[in-house]
């Protein structure tokens, strides 16, 4: 069975470059169970390899396959009929994959063009920058569909933007233009559509590379990102996104997605 997560390395003149790419073309490179399963075992892959190696990979850049999509979300059809005990282990197997990437001591990038909505945010989120195209949107719509976010969304959006405007970006579900992503905190940097987005991303590579030690970058994202409380909360996320999967509501928003019409909600 072909990899849905193709991994790349490029030999620079100042070190060598993963990158990874969620492919699924055809379906908007959406998350589904076998994607988050390799995105799990190429962390640990590249957690172990940097440990016996440290320079054998200085960065990280993670994309999607095709111009039409990051990622466009989590695959709806496949949760469709989960249980709410199947949602919260789906929830906790990506919520442990971004966990690993967000902590790999190597800086990562996520490159993002099209698309990049739902789980594709969160993913991009648990990287440590987001470099966007200009024709880039962004948005959390899952509670169209009677979800909400369970890769690590309810962490990283409170850290980003504060409690309010994380919950008001949520409840609204719109998608919105990179560069309004920007202004938000959600995007770091946008390059108009004449720049070259894969040239940019290395560039910006090389530039947090070159200046430190592969032992330095690793201890400043361990003090930033590896804390008791944030596993906490991140488990609490799955426990509520299997809850929700008992709902009337949720069943109601999901088989209205896949019909193509507007959900019929009834508050339970």
Do not use: Y
Not at 83 to 110: K, N, Y
Not at 232 to 256: I, M, P
């Amino acid at each position: 069975m072909s990899s849905v997560l193709e991994v790349e390395s490029r030999k620079l003149s100042w070190g060598s470059v993963e990158f990874w790419t969620v492919n699924r073309p055809e379906k908007l490179n959406a998350l589904n169970s076998k994607v988050l399963q390799e995105l799990d075992q190429h962390t640990l892959r590249l957690e172990k390899q940097l440990k016996v190696e440290p320079m054998s990979v200085r960065a990280l850049i993670v994309r999607g396959a095709g111009d039409k999509a990051f990622v466009a979300g989590a695959d709806i059809a496949e949760m469709e009929h989960f249980t709410p005990d199947q949602a919260a282990d789906f929830s906790r197997l990506g919520s442990r994959a971004m966990s690993r990437l967000e902590e790999l001591p190597v800086p990562v990038i996520a490159m993002v063009q099209g698309f990049c909505l739902g789980g594709g945010l969160e993913l991009a989120m648990a990287c440590d920058f987001r470099l966007a195209a200009e024709t880039a949107q962004f948005g959390q719509p899952e509670v169209l569909l009677g979800l909400i976010p369970g890769f690590g969304a309810t962490l990283r959006f409170a850290e980003k933007l504060g409690q309010s405007r994380a919950l008001e970006f949520f409840l609204n579900a719109q998608r919105i233009p990179a560069r309004e992503a920007m202004q938000m905190g959600l995007v770091d940097r946008v390059v108009s559509e004449s720049t070259d987005l894969e040239l940019t991303a290395l560039d910006w590579a090389q530039s947090l590379c070159v200046q430190s030690t592969p032992s330095v970058i690793g201890v400043l994202k361990k003090l930033l990102w590896k804390q008791p409380e944030r596993l906490r909360r991140l488990e609490d996320e799955s426990v509520a996104f299997g809850q929700v999967f008992a709902s009337t509501d949720k069943k109601e928003g999901v088989r209205a997605f896949l019909e193509k019409r507007k959900p019929q909600f009834q508050g339970h």
